[in-house]
Nanobody, 124 residues
């Protein structure tokens, strides 16, 4: 499956952005979808995941209550709504697809396909 992330940009602290990730190539609804991020000089870290149906979600503690992951299987798209952004949210955000069962997939190696990343910069 091919993944194309978009929606990044520059926003002030306290602002909002919505990232999108469009999938193509295989049956989108077969995959658990996740978002990760990587700040300069740091390892890639888990942000959020959503189940095949979209009915279940899982978040990193650092974004819980501020970010919302969702998916539209009819549009082959997964979203990440980010509210109350903080400077520490600045990173390249990546979407990813996993063929594994379960939802709490928070490790890079648990995902099989990756998008190219979109940069989010939060100014203070």
């Amino acid at each position: 499956v091919q993944l194309q992330a978009s929606g990044g940009g520059l926003v002030q602290a306290g602002g909002s952005l919505r990232l999108s990730c469009a999938a193509s190539g295989r049956t989108f609804s077969n995959y658990v979808m996740g978002w990760f991020r990587q700040a300069p000089g740091k390892e890639r870290e888990f942000v959020a995941a959503v189940s095949w149906s979209g009915s279940s979600t899982y978040y990193a503690d650092s974004v819980k209550g501020r970010f919302t992951i969702s998916r539209d299987n009819a549009k082959n798209t997964v979203y990440l709504q980010m509210n109350n952004l903080k400077p520490e949210d600045t990173a390249v955000y990546y979407c990813a697809a996993s063929t594994r069962a379960g939802l709490k997939l928070a490790r890079v190696y648990e995902y099989d396909y990756w998008g190219q990343g979109t940069l989010v910069t939060v100014s203070s």
